[in-house]
Each structure stands twice: as structure tokens, then as C-alpha cells.
């Protein structure tokens, strides 16, 4: 997976046309461990030569790759699934070790990007087109879905297992050919992957690794060979990109941050609601997409869940997450340190601060980027640990009056990713489900990440374009539709005739 570097540290290399690749450019970053605090590898950055030499590598391969048969596309998926499945405990070491989540949610995110793995093996049932005979005299019509060519995949440090794993699988399914960006911050799940392909017998060029900042996404989105960018990451950028690419051209699906609130009503099962806020506030040190970060406390049940909640908090234990530890370390100190002023902004603008996470004393090393988990009570929706993503294990409680003021609050936020709603009551789940303008809705169910046969996607600032990640949307996305519109002449039909097609 890495090379040596002249420092003694390995260097994470790009991957391109089936093998490692130095790069041309000469810049490198840091790699941490962030439950030791100290570099443990350097990553190389890719500058435009390198980012095009690898879709030059894609488009090359491109041209085989999409004439390769369906049952050989679909023997190459399973095998590749079937070599992850075998070393998932493997991969999981590798995230841990770089984004520091404990082991056993890195095996939950592998396990969620093999899941679509499988869905992509049935490739050949999912390009299936439809057949109409005889539209007219001796006309059949018929439609297929053909790849797009080479595809950009820019990926979030926060799932560097999972995310790129939302996408790869159908884009190559589908006979596309891919370049992976992945976030420069936990880079080697991604060459880890290269490497399975290869034993796969993935043919080389079909997937190519080029690392780095915006130089290398800026690259891929003005690249007139990269016809379409999945991109995840936070709002600013997704819009970015977004813009960016659909001015070249490009069709683009750009998923953005999320603030995700959970409602509570009064008949709801309180230990259950208080178990799953503690479950998805502080699970990967709050750095989900689908995290919970705000809870909407509908009186009188505040006072009730705080309790539950704070007494639950007591319990979970912070530190390496190689360690039997319930959270792990933030990414970087430079995001833990920001996730802790928050702390200080939130009691600045008057909320009550009932955990605060800075006192945590953590299983690990003292140099590791340690936040424990904090809860906030009496939040206002005016406060910046409200309107911002803090992205980190601050769960906020917002007490409302009422089921309307919840979904008020909730549906003027501006993020639209995930939600959800805790209740007895089937009537208001049912109601919550159709009136809340979110695109993933869980009812008495904390993180609705959808499984991989259904799409993934949120809806205004939390998703720029129009197709959501895996499932019916994700093929549809990496293929293009066509219509053939086919007669086979019986002679007696010949002769010219100058009026628009009719089928009768
Ligand atoms: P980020 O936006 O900083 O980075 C995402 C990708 O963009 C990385 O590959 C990064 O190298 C690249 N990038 C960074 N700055 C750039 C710039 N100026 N120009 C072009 N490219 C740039 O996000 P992150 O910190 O890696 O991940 C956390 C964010 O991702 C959070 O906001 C989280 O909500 C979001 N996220 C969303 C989803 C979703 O499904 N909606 C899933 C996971 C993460």
C-alpha cells in the first residue's frame, strides 16, 4: 500500500493504470494516527499531471471495460467482494488507524460498503432495459443504459471506507471506468481497495487512486474526459464542485453536511429515545453525516431525557480506538480544537452546558486529539452550536412546545439529510413522515441510512443535483439512457414517405 519516502515515513502513492504512482507533483501531507497524535505516514498530492495521466489511464481502459460481457463484469464484482468480506477486519485497521473511529464501527462502515457490493453483482439484472413489440407494423422500440466513460469520485475523511464504496462498485458495474479522490486525510482504505481490485482481475485502468487538496479535485472537474463527479463532503464545497462541474458539463451529484434532529414526543419509549440519542450523538466522535446533533425535546419529556441521557453519558468511555473503547479521537487537532470552541461559544450564548467533553479522561496516549462526549440543554435555534455542523460529539437539546413546533424548527433548517421521530403513535410517525422535508426520515430508528437496494441522499443544502447515492439512483446516474427505435424491412413497407413517424 505505501512506499518508502526519503523521510522514514511510508508515502500513501496515487494508483494509476494497476500500479503505484509516485506523482509528478512533489507535494506531500501528513497522515496521522489520531489516537497518538503522531504522523504516521505522508500522502502524496497530485497536481494535473498526475490527475491527468490517471484519466488518461481511465479513459484507455474505458474503451475494453464497457464491451466486457456482463457475466465478466459480474464475476470480477463478486470475487472483489468476496476478497473485502475475507479481509475486513484488515480494512477496519487501516480506517481506524487514520480517521481513529473504534474498530468496530470501521467493521460497521466496511460491512455498509460491501453491502453495496452486492448490489452492484447483480448488474446484469439492473441495466435490464424495457422491450415493446409491434408499436407499429413490424417497429419494436427498446431501451438501454450505457456507461458515461471515465467518472470522478471525491470522497469525506469521515468514511473513507464506506463512502467511496456508496459509488465504485455500480459506477464499474456499469462499465464506467473511475478516478478516486479521496480525502488526503485518511487516504490508504482507498489504494487498499486498488490493490483487492487488482487480485480481482479488475483489468488496470478501470480504477485509478490520485490523492490531494483542491488542486487535484479542481483537475478533475474542468477535465473534459471526466464526464461525471460524485462528490461528498461539506456544503461549501459540495456547492462548489457542484457549479463547477455542471458548467463543464459534467453531471454531478455533490452530497453536502447535515444538521440532523431527532424529535421526541411526549408518548415516546424514553430510554429507548435517550439510548439512541447517546447512539447516534456520539458514535464516531459525532463525525456522521447522519449523526444526531440536535434533539427536539416536545415538553414536557425535557427535564426526563436530559436525565436519561446525562446518566448514559457517564458510561461511555473515550481512547484509542484499537482499545475496548466505546468513542475514539477526533480526526485532527485542528478539528478537535474547533469542535471545542463551540463548547465555549454555546456557553457564551447562554445554553446550558450539563456534559462538557474537555474534562474527558481518555484510554490513550496524552497526544491523541481527545474530545469526550458533551450535551447541551436549552439551545436556541439563533445559537452557532444550532445553525452550524459542528461535526463533532456535541448533542444539543432544543426544548419545543409542541409536534408543530418541532417540525417548524426542523423544516426551516437548512440542511435537509436525516431525521427522525420518536413516538407510540403511529398517526404522528405517519404525519412526521409525510409533512418533514428531509430526505431520510428513521421513525423510533436514530441513523436511517438507507441499505444499499434503496438510494442515499438528503435534500436542499445537504445535496446539490439530483440523484441520490446507490441503489436505483446510483445506476441511473452512471449510465445513460437510450431508445432504439428498430423495424426490420419486409420489402412491401419501402417507398418514401416525408411525415413524422406515427404509430398507427
Ligand atoms: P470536506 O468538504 O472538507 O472535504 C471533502 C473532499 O473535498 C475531500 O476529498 C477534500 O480533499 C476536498 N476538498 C476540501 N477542500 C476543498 C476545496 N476548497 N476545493 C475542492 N475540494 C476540496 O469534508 P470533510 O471534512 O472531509 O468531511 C466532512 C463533511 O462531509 C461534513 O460536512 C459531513 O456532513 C459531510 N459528509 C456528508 C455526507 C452525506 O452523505 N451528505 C457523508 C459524509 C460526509
Not at 84 to 100: F, K, M, N, Q, Y
Not at 470 to 479: D, K, W
Request: proline share 6%; charged share 20%; aromatic share 8%.
Amino acid at each position: 500500500m505505501t512506499s518508502p519516502g526519503s523521510s522514514s515515513l511510508p508515502i500513501v502513492a496515487h494508483w494509476i493504470d494497476g500500479k503505484p504512482a509516485d506523482g509528478a507533483a512533489g507535494r506531500l501531507g501528513d497522515v496521522y494516527d489520531p489516537a497518538t497524535g503522531e504522523v504516521t505516514r505522508r500522502v502524496a498530492f497530485a497536481g494535473k499531471r498526475d490527475v491527468d495521466q490517471a484519466v488518461a489511464a481511465a479513459l484507455a481502459a474505458f474503451a475494453a471495460w464497457r464491451r466486457s460481457s456482463l457475466s465478466r463484469r459480474s464475476k470480477i464484482l463478486f470475487a472483489f467482494r468476496e476478497i473485502v468480506a475475507d479481509r475486513a477486519a484488515e480494512l477496519a485497521a487501516i480506517v481506524t488507524s487514520e480517521h481513529g473511529k473504534v474498530l468496530s464501527d470501521a467493521l460497521g462502515e466496511v460491512s455498509r460498503a460491501l453491502e453495496v457490493m452486492e448490489f452492484a453483482c447483480g448488474i446484469p439484472h439492473l441495466l435490464k432495459g424495457g422491450y415493446s413489440e409491434e408499436v407499429s407494423t413490424q417497429v419494436d422500440v427498446y431501451s438501454i443504459r450505457q456507461p458515461l466513460g471515465v467518472v470522478g469520485i471525491i470522497s469525506p475523511f469521515n468514511f473513507p471506507a464506506m463512502v467511496p464504496g456508496w459509488f465504485f462498485p455500480i459506477a464499474i458495474a456499469a462499465g464506467n471506468t473511475v478516478v478516486l479522490k479521496p480525502s488526503e486525510k485518511d487516504p490508504s482504505a482507498s489504494v487498499w481497495f486498488a490493490e483487492r481490485w487488482a487480485e480481482a482481475g479488475l483489468p488496470e485502468g478501470v480504477f485509478n487512486v490520485v490523492h490531494g487538496d483542491k488542486e487535484a479535485v479542481d483537475r478533475l472537474l474542468e477535465h473534459p474526459d471526466v464526464k461525471a463527479i460524485s462528490f461528498v463532503g461539506s456544503t461549501p464545497i459540495a456547492r462548489y464542485v457542484y457549479e463547477t462541474g455542471t458548467r463543464s458539463g459534467k453531471r454531478v451529484q455533490a452530497l453536502g453536511g447535515a444538521k440532523n434532529h431527532m424529535v421526541v414526543l411526549p408518548d415516546a419509549d424514553l430510554d429507548l429515545a435517550a439510548d439512541a440519542a447517546v447512539n447516534a450523538g456520539f458514535g464516531s466522535a459525532g463525525e456522521r453525516c447522519m449523526a444526531i446533533s440536535a434533539l427536539v425535546a416536545v415538553e414536557p419529556v425535557a427535564n426526563d431525557l436530559v436525565a436519561k441521557i446525562t446518566e448514559r453519558m457517564a458510561k461511555i468511555t473515550t481512547g484509542d480506538g484499537r482499545r475496548e473503547v466505546d468513542m475514539g479521537p477526533l480526526v485532527t487537532s485542528a478539528h478537535r480544537d474547533k469542535v471545542a470552541l463551540y463548547l465555549d461559544a454555546g456557553v457564551e450564548a447562554g445554553a446550558d452546558l450539563v456534559v462538557d467533553g474537555r474534562s474527558v479522561v481518555p484510554d490513550g496516549a496524552a497526544s491523541g486529539f481527545w474530545l469526550g462526549p458533551s450535551l447541551f440543554d436549552n439551545v436556541t435555534p439563533d445559537m452557532s452550536i444550532y445553525t452550524d455542523e459542528i461535526f463533532g460529539p456535541v448533542l444539543s437539546v432544543v426544548r419545543v412546545p409542541s409536534y408543530e413546533a418541532a417540525l417548524e424548527l426542523v423544516n426551516a433548517n437548512p440542511y435537509g439529510n436525516g431525521t427522525a421521530i420518536f413516538t407510540n403513535d403511529g398517526g404522528a410517525a405517519r404525519r412526521f413522515q409525510q409533512e418533514v422535508e428531509v430526505g431520510m426520515v428513521g421513525i423510533n430508528v436514530p441513523i436511517p441510512v438507507p441499505v444499499s437496494y434503496y438510494s442515499f441522499g438528503g435534500w436542499k443544502s445537504s445535496l446539490f443535483g439530483d440523484s441520490h447515492a446507490h441503489g436505483s439512483e446510483g445506476v441511473h446516474f452512471y449510465t445513460r439512457g437510450k431508445v432504439v427505435t428498430s423495424r426490420w424491412l419486409d420489402p412491401s413497407h419501402g417507398g418514401i414517405n416525408l411525415g413524422f413517424p406515427r404509430t398507427f
